[in-house]
Structure formats: structure tokens, C-alpha cells
Nanobody, 116 residues
């Protein structure tokens, strides 16, 4: 059964950078799926961070990350990315990717901690 797998999380200092990856496991994700990144901090609801259309021509960002995060996808590698720069302690959360299409798929999440 197809699942999404996030990777690239970890501990980073304020002002630092991380790049998250999202790739399918157990199958191939068709290019027409749009991809979204979400995050959930302790005690808070899951929130949308960024999204990208099927072929990457449209991207959207939450106000809190606009100008610092960049979403992209490489359909040849069947992988989506979230480049996170100028990171802040408020970016600390578990980050999830979601593929939306004929069916919806979620990843299991990857922890991102921004702390000195």
C-alpha cells in the first residue's frame, strides 16, 4: 500500500536551514497529485504551511513562512521538498506532507526543532 515518507527533519539553530523531502513508499505517486506541507506544534492544531500544484506551476504559502520557505517538486524523482531558511523557534513542529488527488495520502511526520 502506498504511503508517504518525510525525511530531513532535525535540530537546527535559529537562523539556520533544513530541507524536508517527501516521497512515496510502496508505490508510485502520479504526477497529477498536488502536494501540501503541514505542521503541528505541541498543543496546537495542525496547520497548512505550503502547497504546490501537480506540475509545480502554482505554489502557496502561509503568511508565517512566506519569504523563508520554498516548496518544490521533482516529478522525475517522485519527490517533493520544503526548503526552510531563516528558521525561528516558532517553526518547531512535526511536519507532514500530504498528497491530494483521487485519494489522499499522509506521511507519518518528521520532527523539526529550532533551538539554540
Amino acid at each position: 500500500q502506498l504511503q508517504l515518507v518525510e525525511s530531513g527533519g532535525g535540530l537546527v539553530q535559529p537562523g539556520g536551514s533544513l530541507r524536508l523531502s517527501c516521497a512515496p513508499s510502496g508505490g508510485f505517486l502520479d504526477d497529477y497529485y498536488s502536494i501540501g506541507w503541514f505542521r503541528q506544534a505541541p498543543g496546537k492544531e495542525r496547520e497548512g504551511v505550503s502547497g504546490i500544484s501537480s506540475y509545480g506551476d502554482t505554489t502557496v504559502y502561509a503568511d508565517s513562512v512566506n519569504g523563508r520557505f520554498t516548496i518544490s517538486r521533482d516529478n522525475a524523482k517522485n519527490t517533493a521538498y520544503l526548503q526552510m531558511n531563516s528558521m525561528k523557534p516558532d517553526d518547531t513542529a512535526v511536519y507532514y506532507c500530504k498528497a491530494t488527488g483521487f485519494r489522499n495520502y499522509w506521511g507519518q511526520g518528521t520532527q523539526v526543532t529550532v533551538s539554540s
